[in-house]
């Protein structure tokens, strides 16, 4: 709302500032830092208070990795709440709230975040590792997901771009129209991004440190997007007003780097579901606002290996009766192969740095 601030400019030239992109969203970023870091201790507080904490699995289902994590037993959860509000908050007063992609975003964000806080609060209040069953998550992420699709493929800024599919590498799209396809390929999208999110957050840490990353890339994008310019040259879709979800990125970015000050070793407390399908649903749902789907794979590849272990683990038991890891997702694997908590934190932040790059230099290499 800020931005309207630049219609005074001509009583006070300095106003100008509020109409570029770049300033709000570096505006947007350290607000939602300031405001995470700010909240988080009165919200740690007001959690414990409620005695929101952290299930942890029985030893009868995994005594290996209980003894491994029985210290976080009773740290709070549902910690997502911190960044829902930091990132919605920093959005509202630096990005344009006349332009779609801000609400639709946003909107898909507190929609899997009420889903992953009645799961959280499911399970604090059976004091059990189930929550939410499944199969009411996926109903909730189909709905969300088809309502986003149904959303691009109307509205004019999205209608020409929203059916094309765009592979990373390659100049062209793969093809025209996805048709009635594409809010089954949102679904996937969606779901799956979500979900990989939602299976790395297992150590302080690790899910939200990734999150860093793979906002910074999807801000850069959302830039170079929105500029008509930007985008003949490097051969992207261009995304009129895009350039206000460099904002919304940026303000996830800074709530993520806040919401880290607590939650790196040792944690005072846990995103829970309310923060990882939230923060996965919604990079979802800027990759495909831009038309970088595919491309959120490359960038969010340390998501994609945590989901793919446990699909892989899951498919091998359930054919061969063997398993390929020690444990799934991949984390707790390291985990019990001797690696310490924070080992495997930070050697997962490097690979995620590194799909990051990988990620940006397909904009060079088409």
């Keep these: 709302m800020l931005y309207y601030l630049h219609l005074l400019s001509a009583e ?21 830092l300031v405001i995470s870091l700010l909240l988080g201790p009165w919200v740690i507080r007001r959690l414990t208070e409620l005695k929101l904490g952290q299930p942890i699995r029985t030893a009868e289902e995994v005594h290996r990795l209980h003894e491994l994590h029985r210290q976080k037993k009773g740290i709070p959860t549902m910690g ?22 801000v609400w639709a975003t946003l909107g898909v964000m507190l929609g899997l975040g009420a889903i992953g806080f009645v799961d959280d609060w499911m399970k604090v209040a059976r004091k059990q590792s189930r929550g939410l069953s499944a199969r009411a998550k996926l109903a ?7 309502a986003l699709a149904l959303l691009f493929v109307w509205h004019p800024a999205t209608r020409d771009t929203a059916q094309k599919l765009m592979v990373p590498f390659y100049k062209h799209p793969v093809t025209a129209h996805l048709g009635l396809l594409f809010p089954i390929f949102a679904c996937l ?41 930007f985008c003949a040259y490097l051969q992207i879709p261009y995304v009129p007003s895009a350039g206000e979800l460099a904002v919304v990125c940026a303000a996830l970015v800074g709530a993520s780097m806040g919401f880290l000050w ?18 996965g649903g919604f990079l979802a749902a800027v990759a495909l606002a831009l038309k970088q789907e595919i491309l959120l794979m490359v960038v969010g590849g340390v998501f994609v290996l945590e989901a793919l272990s446990v699909i892989l683990q899951v498919a091998s038991f359930k054919l061969t009766g063997r398993r390929i890891f020690a444990m799934a ?28 790059l990988v990620g940006l230099s397909s904009l060079k290499l088409r």
């Design 262 to 279: 607590y939650n790196c070793a040792p944690a005072r407390v846990f995103m829970g579901d309310t923060g990882s399908l939230a923060v």
């Design 140 to 146: 909730g992420q189909i709905a969300l997901a088809f």
């Design 12 to 32: 006070w030239s300095p106003l100008r500032l509020f109409r570029y992109i770049t300033f709000r969203a570096l505006m947007a970023a350290l607000t939602a």
């Design 80 to 101: 997502g709440v911190l960044i829902l509000l930091a990132v919605v908050l920093g959005s509202l007063l630096w990005a344009r709230p006349n332009v779609m992609f």
């Design 189 to 229: 999208v969606l779901v799956g991004a979500s979900n990989a999110v939602n299976l790395t957050d297992g150590l302080d840490g690790l899910a939200i440190g990734c999150t860093i990353t793979v906002a910074l890339v999807y801000t850069v994008l959302a830039y170079l997007s929105s500029n008509a310019k």
């Design 329 to 356: 997702p991949l984390h707790h694997h390291f985990e019990l192969k001797g690696w310490s908590e924070t080992t495997v934190v930070i050697r997962f932040w490097i690979l995620s740095i590194l799909f990051a």
